[in-house]
């Protein structure tokens, strides 16, 4: 695993308290971990924070999955 | 009951008769207090009247959109997590609506109404993540029954009810309660200046044939900051010695 992906894996965990094992590429935040849309904001937030990149809205929307997470963080730093 | 030991609330306009009665009461249940205010001197009197124990002054002009921000991170920062955050802080600029310029309508909607959704939206995320907070909003009857000549005044008032209606329900999960108090008439210096003629016709429309005092609204506040209200949210408490039944 990637490094940036080990540590949206990081912010994942600590925000919605799921087990680590959880936590894998194709898992969908909402379906699969039990996160309500606050906590799908709340993620985006977190996600910047530590990134320092901006995410717009309309890309957040297209943000379900842990997977989709890593991938636009890796293509907005790249 | 109503215990604040440890908890740590700002109140806007706390240097205002009903800021100070607020800020005074929080402070004797045990809170640790932000005072906010523009005029420092007043904070500062005010800060070592309540001891200059529990307490810190936050000097801001709300009418400029950086300082609210500066407050929000400020107070986050200095006060270790708001726990409690009370917008109490209100101006008007009264005048007949067909007269009524663009700039008391922009200076009112901007302290009353655009000041408390900055600074909320600053201090609401750290509450959520704690899964503990209160939001106290002050209104006014006014926001509900309307009143002549303060059109301005009465739609930011009608304002902060809608937008504490919204934002209860949308972190209500987080444990972060959002209510509004609005207050009828309270003994103030402004009411203090009515001549006689006028005082008889706002008593008139008042039940209790009183204004209210300013512990009157403190008391409700307190209510409302308190673990006791932990499951009142998007709720308006009328405090108006009967003057409106809503």
Known sequence: MSDIAERVKKIVIDHLGVDADKVVEGASFIDDLGADSLDTVELVMAFEEEFGVEIPDDAADSILTVGDAVKFIEKAQA | ?246
């Open chain 2, 1 to 246: 009951m109503f215990d604040l030991t440890g908890r740590k609330a700002l109140v806007t306009g706390a240097t205002g008769g009903l800021g100070e009665e607020i800020a005074r009461l929080l402070h004797k249940q045990g809170a640790i207090v932000g005072l906010h205010g523009t005029r420092v001197e007043k904070l500062e009197a005010l800060a070592a009247d309540l001891g200059g124990d529990r307490v810190k002054i936050f000097p801001a002009n709300l009418s400029d959109r950086d300082e609210v921000k500066a407050l929000g991170e400020k107070a986050e920062a200095e006060l270790e997590g708001v726990d409690i955050l009370v917008n109490n802080a209100g101006i008007t600029k009264d005048g007949l609506f067909v007269r009524m310029s663009d700039a008391d309508w922009d200076s009112v909607l901007e302290v009353n109404l655009t000041a408390v959704f900055r600074l909320t939206r600053e201090l609401t995320h750290p509450m959520m993540r704690r899964r503990h907070g209160r939001i106290i909003n002050i209104s006014s009857v006014v926001g509900v029954t309307g009143n002549p000549g303060q059109a301005n005044y009465c739609a930011s008032k009608a304002g902060l009810i809608g937008f504490s209606k919204s934002l209860a329900q949308e972190i209500a999960t987080r444990n972060v309660t959002v209510n509004c108090v609005a207050p009828g008439f309270i003994e103030s210096a402004m009411t203090g200046k009515l001549n006689d003629k006028q005082k008889d016709a706002i008593l008139g429309a008042i039940p209790m044939k009183r204004m209210g005092a300013g512990a009157d609204i403190a008391a409700a506040v307190l209510y409302l900051a308190s673990n006791e209200a932990g499951y009142v949210t998007g709720q308006t408490i009328h405090v108006n010695g009967g003057m409106a039944m809503i």
